[in-house]
């Protein structure tokens, strides 16, 4: 059918109505127009989601217990003394424990502190950081945290491919977060594993029992004091990290301009 032919069987406002034949050409046109396409899967870049090399962490995965945030008494800087960022034993009654260590978006390689306690003056959500649980693969590793691939005591992310064997037993593979080739003990802000424990799960196995009367205290003055909305997960965490960086730097900055 012509355009001419078309123009008569319009309808007033302009708006065509197709007949049986042109149905084969209008179907195609929709195939082409929902082809898969990247514009609602983004490549991040490694700046985005502050990509570190394992040679920068020592070749150790990424937790607290290598970070410079930690404090003396196993809390952060970051997030203030009500929660505490410790290796936690689950199951230990059942003769098969699993050890869980922490880490949060805001990791940054270096010796925990030995000096007394002390925290930022704006003290952060460990939502917004990310703050997690990493399960390890065995008790009484030296090190455990996270990392691409799941080496050197690490835990694998849900993102990092390899192309035959297990992810651990291949010294690269693919991120389909950044799209491009990373080392197995490489690591960023957008690791994520599907068998983490959320922050408040290890603050139950770190201060008593769900049933207790210290466990409950403790959970209402962690609440009262990060402001927490039951609404929030950890898992959307990566999306907000580029935001909690900038304020750090901010924050950085000031305290810096201050010391002068």
């Not at 505490?84 to 978006?105: A, F, Q």
Request: hydrophobic share 25%.
């Amino acid at each position: 059918m012509g355009r001419d032919e078309l123009k008569s069987k319009a309808e007033p406002g302009g708006f065509i109505e197709y007949g049986k034949e042109q149905l084969p050409k209008i179907d195609s046109m929709r195939r082409d127009k929902t082809q898969p396409d990247f514009y609602g899967v983004p490549i991040l870049h490694d700046e985005q989601v502050m990509f570190t090399r394992a040679s920068e962490m020592g070749n150790k995965p990424a937790s607290c217990t290598t970070c410079h945030y930690q404090q003396s008494d196993k809390t952060c800087h970051l997030i203030g003394p009500s929660i505490t960022v410790s290796k936690v034993t689950g199951h230990k009654e059942s003769g098969d424990p699993i050890e869980y260590w922490p880490c949060c978006d805001m990791h940054s390689y270096g010796e925990p502190s030995k000096e007394k306690p002390h925290y930022d003056e704006v003290l952060s959500n460990p939502n917004t950081l990310g703050l997690v649980w990493i399960n390890a693969g065995e008790p009484g590793q030296p090190y455990g945290g996270a990392n691409c691939g799941g080496v050197e005591g690490g835990d694998d992310c849900d993102h990092y491919m390899v192309s035959k064997g297990d992810k651990w037993e291949n010294p690269q593979g693919l991120c389909r977060v950044l799209a491009h080739t990373v080392d197995a003990g490489d690591v960023c802000t957008a690791w994520w594993d599907d068998d983490i424990l959320e922050w408040e799960e290890a603050q139950q196995l770190i201060r008593g029992s769900r049933n207790s009367v210290e466990y409950f205290k403790n959970r209402r003055l962690a609440k009262s004091v990060m402001g927490r909305d039951d609404g929030e997960s950890t898992k959307d965490a990566p999306l907000r990290r580029a935001k909690a960086r900038a304020t750090m730097g901010v924050r950085e900055s000031a305290s810096n301009e201050n010391s002068r």
